[in-house]
């Protein structure tokens, strides 16, 4: 353990970075909590299934640290049994001189990464509906789907990730600027904004609605929350920026 950094705020941006890209579970939240019988209990199974998540995370980061901190080489080797090296930024690299299985167990961490694609449809499919909600865009006719507006979207969705994977390989370059802005502003602001709208347009604060039973209402969901989040989201921007440009 006398290899493993203990503190180091350099590699905040590219923690931050790939840490914003878990605002997908946001996603999940609504199918996660609509079957739970009792209601009441719903937050204490979300906080029990993320707590699971962060311990696995946390697991994953430590072991790694011990295992690869101290390895001087750069590059690991491509041969079975070559020589380790620093933690990659593809965390998969770190196992490819694994010898174990004749090599099978390398290859299959190697090739994990790749199963993410089966995964691109649907994202893309979600991504282009919600740019065109915000657009005030009707959905196509299912009959009919090849419409121009469709075909936009759509191709607006997709050329972008698919030009940059063209362009560089650089991946944790990718996601300092990418996961550092757009996905900082996408994990806070926009989340905030959407619940102040909802809450507007519920009306969620009208004084009748005081004495309705909400066994699911937020103990953020007033102005100091609203706040707290301002404030977590100025500084993990200031930091952002200090990173990349200072």
């Known amino acids: ?112 990464p790749a199963m993410a694609i089966a995964s691109i449809p649907v994202a893309a499919i979600t991504t282009r509906n919600t740019i065109g909600q915000w657009l005030g865009i009707a959905p196509p006719d299912p009959e009919v789907p090849y419409t121009i507006s469709n075909i936009l979207l759509t191709l607006s969705v997709v050329v972008p990730p698919f030009s940059i994977a063209l362009i560089t390989q650089d991946v944790q370059a990718v996601i300092q600027y990418v996961g550092g802005y757009a996905g900082l502003s996408v994990s806070f602001l926009c989340p905030l904004i959407l619940l102040i709208r909802c809450r507007m347009a519920l009306r969620l604060d009208n004084p009748a609605f005081q004495d309705v039973d909400r066994p699911l209402k937020s103990p953020f969901g007033n102005k100091c929350g609203y706040l707290s989040v301002v404030v977590v989201y100025i500084f993990a921007l200031c930091m952002v920026t200090k990173k990349l440009f200072f």
Not at 26 to 32: A, C, N, Q, R, V
Not at 65 to 94: H, K, M
């Open 1 to 112: 353990f006398s290899n493993v950094p203990m503190w180091n705020p350099d590699g905040f941006v590219a923690v931050f970075g790939n840490a914003v890209f878990l605002c997908g579970l946001h996603h999940y939240l609504p199918s996660m909590i609509s079957p739970l019988e009792p209601q009441q209990r719903a937050p204490g199974v979300i906080v029990v299934a993320f707590s699971f998540c962060y311990v696995l995370l946390v697991a994953i980061c430590a072991t790694a640290l011990t295992a690869w901190n101290a390895e001087t080489a750069s590059v690991c080797s491509a041969d079975l049994g070559g020589n380790f090296c620093r933690i990659q930024p593809l965390y998969n690299l770190n196992f490819a001189p694994l010898s174990v299985g004749g090599g099978s167990v390398a290859l299959f961490l190697l090739a994990y």
